[in-house]
């Protein structure tokens, strides 16, 4: 953890506090084990911590990865003339739901309806590349 954003999901993040206070409680009541009652009774504690730990690791290392590649994603609201054909594409606004009437048609005046709400990868600059 040097700076870096925390991870959005916050069930993941609780999981993974859980499993690190496991895991470093198994490693010290194994140690605190090994202390007292020599390596024989102690291995199974150690050893959880120690699988703990590296369970911790790599899930640390997934997150980071993931939040590497932010999912670049937008959702679009399509609005669609209960008159005729005429369709709109917007971006999602808080409070949109299927079917809501939005006012009226450009082209009829008829009454324009949400029609699908949808996910939809943001657009990239379209990079032209030549074909030969
Ligand atoms: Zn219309």
């Known amino acids: ?4 954003p925390a ?6 993040l609780l999981l993974l506090l859980l499993i690190a206070f496991l895991a470093v409680f ?3 009541s194994g140690i605190a084990q090994y202390m007292e009652v020599g390596p024989r009774e102690s291995t199974g504690s150690l050893l959880l ?3 703990g730990i590296l369970f911790l690791v790599l899930m640390v290392s997934r ?12 959702t679009l609201t399509l609005l669609q003339c209960s008159q005729c054909a005429f369709k709109s594409l ?11 009437p939005m006012g009226s048609c450009p ?10 709400i949808y996910p939809e990868e943001e657009k990239r600059p379209k990079r032209r590349e030549p074909k030969f």
């Open 1 to 4: 953890m040097s700076g870096k």
């Open 7 to 12: 991870p959005k999901s916050p069930v993941g």
């Open 26 to 28: 198994f490693l010290f």
């Open 49 to 51: 911590g120690l699988l």
């Open 63 to 74: 997150i980071l990865g993931q939040m590497s590649l932010p999912p670049p994603k937008v």
């Open 90 to 100: 917007r971006n999602f606004q808080l409070g949109d739901f299927i079917p809501k």
């Open 107 to 116: 082209s009829c005046g008829g009454t324009m309806m949400v029609e699908a």
